[in-house]
């Protein structure tokens, strides 16, 4: 076959133009380097100073110190040097002792890793952490050093023009108007930021897969986005119950994602340090109610009881309720629990009635709460009655007025203020974008927000470790459709605690009791 110059020329130029990527054996590297996470190769522990402190690499990665592209920085006085293969591999000489170091191999780069040591066997400066880590976590760590702030070390998704970001969503079945719902709320923030020119010139390019609202579905779309779109962050994506895959597939990956719509957050022991919710789980929610309860109970502990179904979200709840229940003191005089579509309101109401409790928790669905609402006021009753808004939603507007007026609601985001809220209206009404799914399009809105000032707090530079570095710093972050967020090294829910509200009938509203509550400590 002969190939012209020209198609040669051309052939060339594709070639040119093709992404250059990181091999999965560097990817795994690139996480040790910037964040010391040993993944599925177990922990990696960090030995600091001459008595040889042990703690976690997470907390003292080599990104820290050496720079995110391995660089060299200045770090609390000191200069740590760059550790680019072409800087470690030849010979060097210190401006400040004069010494003349050996080139490195990979040998002696492990033995410098692992004991503290350059080639020529002198010490390495005592702020140097020494690492222990497998031998195939020390292979992937080198291999990725050899790539560092090469063109192949580009971070995924990020280029001098754009900013690639996805977002799960259900765009098909019964939640399919969710979807579509939130689908064009992120695209309209996107757009106005794009419109004002981006981020340090970048723009934000929003890729959105299906996950029909299912956990199959979610996983494999999260896939999707990541393997194969490239993306460099998803926000907003829908997180159904059974989640647990997709969860691993992110922290596996070290994808951010921030802001995923869910009733309560799902919080692995330890947390995904990739995954950063916006709102209060229901644990902590019922712990707000808790509060409430003791602060007007006058000085002596309130008898309380509780309804709730046998599923995660009550159990998630209930365990919120029984912790903080016990800082006061307070005893639970009774508890009736059902499966989910089995709740009888006459055998709850006959299993409490005889305790005679002051207040009455209950967790579980609306259909169940309108039925227990209507028992208490068949059986007389006497107590108040304690809910989630985000369980039973608007059902609390079709109870009993006898049983309304006693209703007590933790609500885990802002209060409709149309003044807060003008931005958002904006720019939804400038796009053209119903308001439809008003909960779910708020919380979508404030994740992209907030992605967005967190890629504009990592500078140019941008990269996911310095990403999740920003996210971290976040403090009181108003988006004026949420509570003020802030995260932390530790912290993975950006709001925490609640509002606590009293339902008016008359007006179809509800009025809050005070200003927003966080959980008390023991």
């Known amino acids: 076959m002969i190939v012209s110059s020209a198609s040669f020329a051309s052939l060339s130029n594709l070639t040119n133009r093709l992404p250059v990527e990181l091999l999965t054996k560097e990817k795994r590297g690139k996480l040790i380097y910037l964040e010391g996470n040993g993944g599925s190769g177990g922990e990696i522990v960090a030995l600091l100073g001459s008595e040889a402190l042990e703690l976690p690499a997470t907390s003292f990665p080599c990104s820290n110190c050496h720079g995110i592209k391995g660089q060299g920085t200045n770090e609390g006085g000191l200069q740590p040097p760059p550790i680019n293969w072409v800087t470690l591999s030849a010979k060097h000489t210190s401006a400040l002792t004069s010494r003349t170091r050996k080139a490195y191999t990979d040998e002696t780069v492990a033995k410098a890793i692992r004991s503290g040591v350059d080639p020529s066997g002198a010490p390495l400066h005592p702020g140097m952490p020494r690492y222990q880590m497998t031998d195939a976590q020390m292979s992937d760590l080198i291999s990725y050093i050899k790539k560092i702030g090469d063109d192949a070390d580009n971070e995924p998704g990020v280029s001098e023009s754009d900013i690639k970001i996805g977002a799960v969503l259900p765009l098909s079945g019964p939640l399919a108007q969710i979807g579509e719902d939130v689908k064009a709320t992120l695209n309209a923030y996107f757009a106005e930021v794009n419109a004002k020119g981006g981020i340090y010139g970048r723009k934000f390019d929003l890729i959105v897969e ?85 602060s007007k109970s006058a000085g002596k502990p309130a008898r309380i009881a509780v309804v709730y179904s046998k599923d995660d979200l009550a159990s998630d709840a209930l365990a919120g309720l029984k912790s903080q229940a016990k800082i006061y003191s307070m005893e639970i005089v009774g508890e009736h629990a059902s499966d989910p579509g089995r709740f009888s309101a006459v055998d709850a109401v006959a299993a409490i009635q005889s305790k005679k409790p002051d207040y009455l928790f209950f967790f579980g669905g609306a259909a169940d709460l309108t039925s227990l609402a209507g028992e208490i006021q068949r059986a007389k009753l006497n107590v108040t009655l304690l809910s ?97 967020v802030t995260f932390g090294p530790n912290r993975r829910i950006g709001a925490m605690g609640s509002y606590i509200v009293w339902v008016d009938i008359n007006n179809g509203q509800y009025v809050p009791f005070g200003g927003w509550m966080t959980p008390k400590d023991r």
């Open 388 to 484: 989630s808004v985000t369980m039973i939603g608007r059902a609390a507007f079709t109870l009993p007025a006898s049983v309304a007026g006693k209703t007590i609601l933790s609500y885990p985001t802002s209060l409709p203020d149309q003044k807060s809220l003008a931005d958002f209206n904006n720019t939804l009404m400038n796009a053209k974008v119903d308001i439809r799914n008003s909960a779910f399009q708020r919380s979508a809105y404030a994740a992209a927000r907030i992605l967005v000032e967190a890629t504009k707090l990592s500078g140019r530079d941008l990269s996911r470790a310095s990403l999740i570095n920003a996210l971290e710093q976040l403090q009181n972050f108003q988006t004026g459709v949420i509570p003020p």
């Open 210 to 294: 299906d996950s029909q609202g299912n956990p199959q579905q979610t996983v494999a779309a999260t896939a999707r986005l990541i393997e194969k779109e490239g993306v460099f962050a998803l926000v907003g994506s829908f997180e159904p119950k059974g989640c647990e895959s997709t969860d691993e597939l992110i922290a596996r990956s070290g994808v951010p994602l921030v802001g995923p719509l869910t009733l309560s957050p799902h919080l692995s022991l330890p947390p995904n340090k990739y995954v950063f919710y916006l709102l209060p789980s229901f644990n902590d929610q019922a712990k707000v109610l808790v509060d409430f309860v003791s």
